[in-house]
C-alpha cells in the first residue's frame, strides 16, 4: 500500500465515497472543498485507490472527515494507519505551549473505531452535544 499527501482528485473522492454509499458532492464544489483541505491522504493499491481520509480546519479547530476503506479492503489496518497519519499531522502542527480541538461526527456504529484514538463521546460530563446542520439548494 503506498499513502500519497494531498493527492484525492475528485474522480477519487466520488469513487471512494460510492464505494461505502455516501452521498457524493457535485464536481465543482468537490473541487474545490478538495482544494481547502489542509492535509489529505490516499491510499493505493498499484494504481488503484482504496482509502483516504482528509483534515479540514485551521489548526485551531480542526475537522477529521471523509475517512474511508473500499470495503474490499476493511479490517486490514488500513483506517487505523489513515488515522494515525492524520492524528500525527495535527499533532506536528500544534505549537509548544499551544492547543488544537480535533472534531468529527462518527457514522452510526463507527464510534468505538475512534474511541481507539482517543476521541470521547459527547455529551459528556464536559460537553454537551456536538450538532450539525446541512444547507440544500
Ligand atoms: C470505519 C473504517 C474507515 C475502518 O477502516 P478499516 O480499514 O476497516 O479499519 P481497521 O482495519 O484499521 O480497524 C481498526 C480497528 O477498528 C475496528 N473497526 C473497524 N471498522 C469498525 C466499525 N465499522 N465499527 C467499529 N469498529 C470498527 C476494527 O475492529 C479494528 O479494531 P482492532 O484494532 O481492535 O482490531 C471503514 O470500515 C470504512 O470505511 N467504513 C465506511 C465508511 C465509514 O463509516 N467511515 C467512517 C466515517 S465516520
Avoid at 509548544?96 to 460530563?125: C, D, M, Q, W
Amino acid at each position: 500500500m503506498e499513502f500519497k499527501e494531498n493527492a484525492i482528485t475528485p474522480e477519487i473522492y466520488h469513487e471512494l465515497r460510492s464505494s461505502v454509499e455516501w452521498m457524493n458532492f457535485n464536481v465543482e464544489q468537490t473541487a474545490q472543498g478538495l482544494s481547502r483541505s489542509l492535509y489529505s491522504l490516499v491510499v493505493f493499491d498499484e494504481q488503484k485507490p482504496v482509502g483516504m481520509g482528509r483534515v479540514v480546519g485551521d489548526g485551531i479547530y480542526n475537522i477529521i472527515c471523509d475517512v474511508v476503506v473500499d470495503p474490499a479492503y476493511q479490517g486490514k489496518g488500513i483506517g487505523s494507519q489513515i488515522m494515525n497519519r492524520l492524528l500525527n499531522y495535527l499533532k506536528e502542527q500544534t505549537p509548544e505551549n499551544g492547543r488544537t480541538s480535533i472534531h468529527l461526527i462518527a457514522e452510526k456504529g463507527k464510534e468505538t473505531f475512534y474511541e481507539k484514538f482517543g476521541f470521547k463521546l459527547v455529551p459528556n460530563e464536559s460537553s454537551g452535544s456536538g450538532m450539525r446542520m446541512i444547507i440544500r439548494k
